[in-house]
């Protein structure tokens, strides 16, 4: 059955925009009775639209509250009968059962409700729509003679498609809006099981649901030759890069989401001014300084060679001087990230309209959620690396003690090497990054490269491990090098022998506890 004319119509919404007019249109232009109910029906009636009230089609009163109005066999068996059943069809007159072609629902806002501060069990358990999602089901499986409408943004596409098939609707276009309807519902029950089940307060609960609204498509993912999309969690924090807004620029790729992510998730680290920039997911440039002008300078002092066609990020309002010192260094910026941008910073951004800007719109603390990735057949769930070191815990546990300076270097590099990739070595002096090996299959050759990236700046710097030295050789190459501090996790069979070669070489190092891989 393809073409279906649409003679009466049931309409229950909470949503009520654009109802009105869609109704009148259907009741003048087509002859479409309106059966409605409660709330719904007053709205249609002071609009002037004729309406039959639900009760005078059951014959039955609304009552308990409104809980029990359409939960009747002469709304579900006019949704259900099957046109094409000469069975359905005697029975249905037999019953004094009325045939009824198009529902408009949309549900009470449970969501919404449970979202509110405070709300009680109680006003939620209200907000628990049983009437509508039992009418979307009964007229989306019936979808090859019922058409069912869910979203207000579809309301002039019915009509347009009516206007042209004399009054019907198409098969093609019922199956597309019934699968919207199963949609709907499957999303409306999830967010009910969440809530009554306290799913949130389970740490690692049997069994996960992950609710995703797609942001948008991609080009392609990290080759060309793969297909991708981004999305983000229907329920996901605000302040985040999948909230952030694109304020000028070219699309974003694959790769550019993978390292702003990596860079926002660096540069809220630090309480202090900071500017990150990164390159394939690992800091290539780190600073801390009085102002976001000198601690971009710094950043990209650290490495200006791969800070070429980064991204960067910034953890205060981005200023017009911010930018002028990006364009006087002649960098190329991929993407740009920050909370909110002056407006005499994005006029001069205005210029490189390629330059991708996002404002997040303010800064979320580190931490405080799940982190997710794919495997083959699976998904691995892990908490965010955020654990609240105490300071006063970490131990020095060579003979030489770091100086009062030496220990505000080391905290600062043991907050930056949370973002590099493991095997992970950092090397910092005057609160910035002057050399960063990332992603070795051994440590040593972490600390060569971080070495060989800071040249004579090594000298008096200080080094920070991702985790334990397995043998004094990342020790040694350091030391060298002129490093005459460390901190790492502590923790090897090892750490005797590390420790008394570092006492041999006449550094400090001290011990946290905390390992911090990014594997």
């Known amino acids: 059955m393809d073409a279906v004319t649409i003679k009466r119509a049931l309409v229950s919404v909470t949503d009520k925009t654009g109802v009105a007019e869609f109704c009148k249109a259907l009741s003048d232009e087509f002859g479409v009775e309106i059966v409605s109910t409660g709330g719904t029906a007053k709205a249609l009636e002071a609009a002037g639209v004729p309406v039959r009230p639900i009760d005078d089609l059951t014959g039955f009163p609304e ?47 449970f969501e919404a409700t449970v979202a509110r501060e405070g709300v009680a069990l109680e006003d939620a358990v209200e907000n628990i729509d049983i009437g509508g999602p039992s009418m979307l089901r009964s007229a989306a499986k019936n979808f090859e003679s019922v058409t069912v409408v869910t979203d207000p943004a579809e309301y002039d596409t019915v009509l347009e498609e009516m206007r042209t098939t004399g009054g019907a609707t198409t ?41 995703l609204q797609k942001v948008q ?42 390292d702003t992510d990596a860079c926002w998730t660096a540069v809220r680290e630090f309480e202090e001014p900071a500017c990150v920039i990164v390159k394939h997911t690992n800091p290539c440039g780190v600073a801390i300084a009085g102002d976001l002008v000198t601690a ?76 997710s990735r794919a495997v083959e057949g699976g998904m691995l769930i892990q908490d965010s690396d955020s654990v609240a070191e105490d300071q006063s815990r970490f131990r020095v546990v060579t003979i030489a003690q770091p100086s009062a300076a030496e220990m505000e270097q080391l905290l600062f590099a043991w907050r930056v090497v949370k973002s590099v990739k493991s095997n992970a070595i950092v090397l910092a002096k005057d609160f910035a990054t002057i050399g960063v090996g990332a992603g070795q299959m051994n440590r ?48 090897s069979i090892r750490d005797d022998e590390v420790i008394a070669r570092a006492n041999r070489l006449g550094v400090s190092m001290v011990f946290t506890g905390y390992r911090h891989f990014r594997h």
């Open 63 to 109: 009552m308990m509250d409104g809980r029990v109005k359409t939960l009747h066999p002469k709304v579900h068996g006019g949704l259900l009968a099957r046109r094409d059943s000469a069975e359905h069809m005697a029975q249905a007159e037999a019953h004094g059962i009325g045939l009824i072609d198009l529902v408009v629902v949309n549900l009470y806002a």
């Open 296 to 371: 971009y300078l710094r950043a990209h002092e650290s490495d200006p060679v791969s800070a070429y066609g980064g991204v960067m990020a910034f953890n205060r309002p981005v200023t017009a001087d911010v930018i002028r010192a990006i364009f006087e260094n002649k960098q190329f910026v991929e993407v740009m990230i920050a909370p909110e941008y002056e407006p005499a910073a994005l006029e001069l951004l205005d210029d490189k309209r390629k330059l991708r800007v996002l404002a997040t719109g303010g800064i979320r603390p580190v931490g405080g959620h799940y982190e």
């Open 171 to 211: 098969r093609e276009t019922r199956r597309r809006l019934a699968s919207a309807a199963f949609h709907l519902t499957s999303s409306y029950d999830s967010a009910i099981w969440m809530y009554l089940s306290e799913y949130g307060k389970a740490r690692f609960p049997d069994e996960v649901r992950f609710r």
């Open 444 to 491: 040593v050759n972490s600390a060569r490269i971080a070495v060989e990236a800071a040249g004579d700046k090594a000298r008096d710097a200080v080094c920070a491990s991702d985790a334990f030295m397995p043998f004094p050789d990342t020790l040694e190459v350091c030391a060298e090098a002129g490093v005459t501090a460390f901190i790492q996790p502590g923790g």
């Open 217 to 258: 498509s991609l080009r392609y993912g990290e080759n060309p030759h793969q297909d991708a999309a981004f999305y983000r969690f229907a329920d996901g924090k605000e302040h985040t890069l999948a909230r952030a807004t694109q304020l000028q620029g070219k699309e974003l790729s694959y790769n550019n989401i993978l």
